[in-house]
């Protein structure tokens, strides 16, 4: 059973655009959100987590939206580059342990 | 830099095998995680490690098990390699939880 539900499951933008990719979750024992980013033959690598006490996050040209009330969050890519083309993937744990991973979104962007 | 090396990036075995995939972390991480990867069904959670000889099963431990005898080395076990476990294994290691540092995967191909 997901416990994290991710989309879209791909996405195309062109240089500039803004992607915006969603989850949502039903455990609100959840206390710790991250976003990984995977480009082809690599480990994912984490790039920006959030907490419930917050609404959003931001580093760099990654912004996390958090919206405890209705169980979403979001990752949205400002002024998105061919170099950011990867697959991301939201997660959700307890205390930051065992992570439970959405399903993931392939991202491409067209230069 | 963290690092996680995992023994094969690529691996060939045969139905009714058995299997070792190795995983080492280089920064005395206490947590340890053996994740699958499929294409459209994410990142899933095989086995992780707390401690030393410590283990939880994950969402999907059928078929595997696991061992750590040294805090540093985390060993992914496949008693009786099947094709349903052809698969992208992934390694991380955390220290206390929160963020999770990945190798960089071993493609197991099971014929």
């Known amino acids: 059973q997901q416990q994290v539900k991710q989309s879209p499951q791909s996405l195309i933008v062109q240089k500039g655009g803004i992607p915006i990719i969603n989850c949502a979750y039903e455990?609100?024992?959840?206390?710790?959100f991250p976003w990984y980013q995977q480009f082809p033959g690599k480990g994912p690598a984490l790039l920006i987590a959030?907490?419930?006490?917050?609404s959003e996050k931001k580093e760099g040209r990654f912004t996390i939206s958090f919206n405890k009330s209705a169980k979403q969050f979001s990752l949205h890519i400002m002024d998105s580059q061919p170099g950011d083309s990867a697959t991301y993937f939201c997660a959700a744990s307890i205390a930051g342990y065992a992570l439970n991973f959405g399903k993931g979104t392939s991202l491409l962007v067209t230069p | 830099d963290v690092k996680v090396t995992q023994s094969s990036r690529y691996l060939v075995k045969r139905t009714g095998e058995k299997v070792f995939l190795e995983c080492v972390q280089d920064m005395d991480h206490e947590n340890m995680f053996w994740y699958r990867q499929d294409p459209g069904l994410g990142l899933r959670l095989i086995y992780f490690?707390?401690?030393?000889?410590?283990?939880e099963k994950g969402d999907i431990p059928e078929g595997y098990s696991v061992s750590r005898e040294k805090k540093e080395r985390f060993s992914l076990i496949l008693e009786s390699a099947s094709t349903n476990q052809t698969s992208m294994y992934l390694c991380?290691?955390?220290?206390?939880?929160?963020?999770?540092?990945f190798g960089p995967g071993t493609r197991l191909t099971v014929t």
């Open positions: 455990n609100t024992a959840f206390d710790y």
């Open positions: 991380a290691s955390s220290w206390f939880g929160y963020e999770q540092y």
């Open positions: 490690s707390y401690d030393v000889k410590m283990k």
């Open positions: 959030i907490r419930p006490d917050v």
